[in-house]
Nanobody, 123 residues
Framework: QVQLVESGGGLVQTGGSLRLSCAAS????????MGWFRQAPGKERAFVAA????????FYANSVKGRFTISRDNNKNTVYLQMNNLKPEDTAVYYC????????????????WGQGTQVTVSS
């Protein structure tokens, strides 16, 4: 059974940092591209960042470019999202996902999803 378990969310002030982790099990982790998406109240789920199977290629939404960094450790079956200079508009539930598709910014390319972790940025 595939499981993706996010952790590291919480409450932080504007300008602060958080590091999200997503531990994967039940799949060959290095065979999957990994992505982070987020969903704010009343909004659709939106792409945040993605990383290729080897970690050699990364992709970011324009809204987080330069502030967020995605990385992965295939030995630990874990993907990370380092979030710096957080803004109130970053407040959302953050989900990690594993996929085999070719378009990492599209939610439909992902086969497995975690349960999400809440990130709240206070102004």
């Amino acid at each position: 059974q595939v499981q993706l378990v996010e952790s590291g969310g919480g409450l932080v002030q504007t300008g602060g940092s958080l590091r999200l982790s997503c531990a994967a099990s039940g799949l060959t982790f290095s065979s999957f591209a990994m992505g982070w998406f987020r969903q704010a109240p009343g909004k659709e789920r939106a792409f945040v960042a993605a990383i290729s199977r080897s970690g050699g290629n990364t992709f970011y939404a324009n809204s987080v470019k330069g502030r967020f960094t995605i990385s992965r450790d295939n030995n630990k079956n874990t993907v990370y999202l380092q979030m710096n200079n957080l803004k109130p508009e970053d407040t959302a539930v953050y989900y990690c996902a594993a996929g085999l598709g070719k378009n990492p910014s599209r939610a439909y390319e992902y086969n497995y999803w975690g349960q999400g972790t809440q990130v709240t940025v206070s102004s």
